[in-house]
């Protein structure tokens, strides 16, 4: 499967994006997803996961509430909407699929990734 992570972009510190991940090559309802992301100079880190079916949902800590992962597996596509964006938000955003894990929280549970979208919070 390939995947194409789109919807970044420079936003100030309180408003939205929403971020899409349309894949290509296989059904998108065979593998759970996940979205995670890389500040510069970090490592890259989990941010939401959402199971085949979208019945279960997981969040890192520092994006509950704000953020919601959702899928429409009809469209082949997994969004994150992301609301109250704050400048540590800052980073590129990577969309992954997963065959093994139906919402895994860690980067080795995925199996294929897509290039990123770079979302930019400003102060």
């Known amino acids: 499967v390939q995947l194409q992570a789109s919807g970044g972009g420079l936003v100030q510190a309180g408003g939205s994006l929403r971020l899409s991940c349309v894949a290509s090559?296989?059904?998108?309802?065979?593998?759970?997803m996940g979205w995670f992301r890389q500040a510069p100079g970090k490592e890259r880190e989990f941010v939401a996961t959402?199971?085949?079916?979208?019945?279960?949902?997981n969040y890192d800590d520092s994006v509950r509430g704000r953020f919601t992962i959702s899928r429409d597996n009809a469209k082949n596509t997994v969004y994150l909407q992301m609301n109250g964006l704050k400048p540590e938000d800052t980073a590129v955003y990577y969309c992954?699929?997963?065959?093994?894990?139906?919402?895994?929280?860690?980067?080795?549970?995925?199996?294929?990734w897509g290039k990123g979208t770079l979302v930019t919070v400003s102060s």
């Open positions: 992954a699929a997963s065959e093994r894990s139906p919402y895994g929280t860690t980067s080795p549970n995925y199996d294929y």
């Open positions: 090559g296989h059904p998108l309802s065979s593998y759970g």
């Open positions: 959402i199971a085949w079916s979208g019945t279960m949902k």
